[in-house]
């Protein structure tokens, strides 16, 4: 019980900052579904089953649209391809945590990855809690925050128009705060290089997804060649 708290105690104060950019998004993303016409309880069930914040903002226009399940599988793909590479680089953080691995792989987020992949803890902390923490309170904030903004989409009117740009901006963040804190910047590199190439040759429409793919490629082998 105490290594459980002890683990709570070291990662709330990391997830923070975090629970203030969610308050933002999230808020915003309630509101724009309440705008829409949906209850409360949409942005609600969407954040504890899906909880893929930019996926839940493109998933709005595919409950509008005519329903088109092939569509919809290569557009989430596309949106969210890169937890692939989350998921390679913590198989080893994420190998001993037990029955919690399972929930640690679904809810692992942008802001979950950054945190648990960069933190090095002392030995008084248990890493496996630390991670479930982290995870579980980042989908806390979001999950609140999305519901709040539907319940208050419902009273008040607000104008919700320019505000999808704090998810780029926090990107960005987030971008810049890894490559602060790590040694290597090898993957970061590779990412920004191979996404030039592929916007040259792709053009706009498609280079994301040939972006991702081959970067899976690249970063598969690499992992794989760690491992011998």
């Known amino acids: 019980m105490k290594k459980i708290k002890t683990a709570f105690v070291a990662a709330f104060p990391y997830t923070l900052p975090i629970a203030a950019g969610f308050f933002v998004l999230g808020t915003s993303y309630g509101f724009l579904m309440s705008n829409l016409g949906f209850p409360f309880y949409y942005p609600l069930l969407m954040s504890i089953l899906i909880f893929a914040g930019a996926m839940q ?24 391809a890169r937890h692939l590479f989350y998921g390679i680089s913590l198989l080893k953080d994420y190998r001993a945590s037990g029955l919690k691995k399972y929930y640690l792989i679904y809810a692992l987020c942008d802001e979950t990855f950054s945190v648990n992949s960069t933190i090095t803890l002392n030995d008084e902390v248990d890493k496996n809690w630390f991670f479930f923490f982290v995870t579980f309170l980042n989908q806390s904030y979001w999950v609140i925050a999305s519901t709040l903004g539907g319940l208050l989409g419902a009273i008040f009117n607000f104008d919700i128009v320019g505000l999808d ?36 040759i792709c053009g706009p429409q498609y280079f994301m997804l040939v972006t991702m793919s081959a970067c899976i490629i690249i970063f598969y082998f690499t992992y794989r060649r760690e491992l011998k």
């Open 165 to 200: 740009f704090v998810l780029t901006a926090l990107f960005m963040v987030l971008f810049i705060d890894q490559w602060l804190k790590s040694e290597k910047h090898g993957a970061a590199l590779c990412g920004l290089f191979t996404a030039l190439i592929c916007l040259l």
């Open 57 to 80: 903002f493109v998933a709005v226009d595919l409950l509008l649209i005519s329903f088109d399940p092939l569509a919809a599988f290569f557009l989430t793909l596309l949106v969210n």
